[in-house]
C-alpha cells in the first residue's frame, strides 16, 4: 500500500497543470484579474465535478486561505471565481484590494474528499498600487510611430494615441483628448482585454505648431483619481506670410531700412535683391535692408526671399525717390 500510494502521488503530481499570468497588477481600492486555467491527470477526470471547491491561497508563514470558490464572499478576500470546474477554469476576480494584499497566490482545488491537488507552481504575484500610473502617449505620422517630441511635417496625416491599463474590466477607465487651442476634438476609442486606446487622428497645419495636446485617463476608484500625460507638437513648414515694412519717411537725402517677416519653422533666412533692367541682382542678407543718403538712382522694385529647407515666398516693394518726395508702392 505504500508503494501504490506513493506512485499515485507521483502521477497526480506529472499530471496536474495550470496556466496563469506571473504578474498581475492592481490599484488600490480596485479589483484584479486573474486569467486561469488548470488541468488534472487525464486518469481522474472522472471524478471532477462542478461541485468541486477552487480556492486561493497567499504565500506566507503560515500559509493563508484567502478566497473559497464555496464561500466567495466570506473569505480573507472577496471576489468571484468564473466558469466551472468541469471546465478548467480558475480565472478569478480579487475585489477591494488593499496594500496588504500584494504577495504571492497559488490555486488548490478539491472535490468532495476524493481528489484534492495544490498547484504550488507556478504562482501569480499580485502587486496592488496606491495610485494610477500616467497614460502612455505616443505619435504616429503616416502610419509610423515616432518619438513624442519628434517634429512633424505640415499636411502630414497624424495620429495621436493615448491608452491606459485596464486594471480592473468592471470598473473601466476613461480617457479624453484635449488642446491648447481649445477647439474640438473628435476621437475614438476601443479596448483590447488589457488596455482602453483614444486615437485623435487629423492633418497637421503650421497652426497646430506648439500645440499642447493632453491626455487624461480618469479611474474609477473608491474616488475618481485622474491622471494626465501632454506632448507639444512641433510643426515645419515651408514660409508663409511673408511681407514687407518701411521704417521712417522716404525722402531724398535721408536713410531708410526695409524690413522683411516671415511665418516659417524652421527660421528663414532672408535675401534682398534689387531688379535692374528686368533682372535681379542680388543685394544683402538679413531681415533688413537700409540704404544711407536716398537719391533717385535708389529708385527701383526691391524683393525680399525667404527661404527654408521647405520652401521659399518673395515679397517686393518699388521705391520712386525724386526730389522733396517719394512714391512707395508694395506688391506681396
Not at 95 to 105: A, V
Not at 324 to 332: E, K, Q
Amino acid at each position: 500500500m505504500f508503494l501504490l500510494t506513493g506512485s499515485l502521488i507521483q502521477g497526480v503530481f506529472c499530471g496536474y497543470n495550470i496556466s496563469l499570468p506571473k504578474r498581475v497588477e492592481a490599484l488600490q481600492g480596485s479589483c484584479v484579474f486573474i486569467p486561469c486555467t488548470f488541468d488534472i491527470d487525464q486518469q481522474y477526470e472522472h471524478l471532477l465535478t462542478d461541485s468541486a471547491k477552487r480556492m486561493w491561497y497567499k504565500e506566507k508563514s503560515p500559509t493563508v486561505k484567502v478566497f473559497d470558490s464555496s464561500s466567495p464572499n466570506t473569505g480573507l478576500i472577496n471576489g468571484e471565481i468564473f466558469g466551472t470546474p468541469t471546465q478548467k477554469n480558475c480565472t478569478t476576480r480579487f475585489d477591494n484590494l488593499g496594500q496588504g494584499h500584494s504577495g504571492s497566490y497559488y490555486f488548490r482545488l478539491e472535490v468532495n474528499g476524493v481528489l484534492k491537488n495544490t498547484y504550488r507552481k507556478p504562482t501569480v504575484q499580485i502587486e496592488v498600487l496606491r495610485s494610477p500610473p500616467k497614460p502612455t502617449v505616443s505619435v504616429f505620422m503616416d502610419q509610423k510611430e515616432v518619438k513624442e517630441m519628434m517634429t512633424v511635417m505640415e499636411g502630414s496625416s497624424v495620429r495621436l494615441r493615448c491608452s491606459t491599463k485596464i486594471f480592473c474590466s468592471s470598473r473601466l477607465p476613461s480617457l479624453k483628448w484635449s488642446s491648447s487651442l481649445n477647439e474640438n476634438i473628435t476621437e475614438r476609442q476601443h479596448q483590447t482585454q488589457t488596455e482602453l486606446i483614444s486615437d485623435l487622428n487629423f492633418t497637421v497645419s503650421r497652426r497646430h505648431h506648439g500645440d499642447t495636446f493632453t491626455c487624461t485617463a480618469t479611474h474609477q476608484l473608491q474616488q475618481q483619481t485622474t491622471t494626465q500625460r501632454s506632448l507639444k507638437l512641433r510643426v515645419q513648414y515651408a514660409p508663409k506670410r511673408t511681407s514687407l515694412s518701411v521704417a521712417g519717411l522716404v525722402l531724398e537725402g535721408v536713410s531708410v531700412t526695409l524690413s522683411c517677416s516671415s511665418d516659417a519653422n524652421p527660421a528663414v533666412n532672408y535675401t534682398w535683391y534689387r531688379e535692374t533692367k528686368g533682372l535681379l541682382n542680388p543685394v544683402q542678407t538679413g531681415p533688413k535692408l537700409t540704404i544711407n543718403n536716398t537719391n533717385s538712382t535708389h529708385s527701383g522694385r526691391y524683393y525680399c526671399t525667404a527661404e527654408n529647407k521647405h520652401g521659399t515666398q518673395n515679397s517686393s516693394v518699388l521705391l520712386d525717390i525724386q526730389q522733396n518726395h517719394f512714391c512707395l508702392r508694395t506688391n506681396d
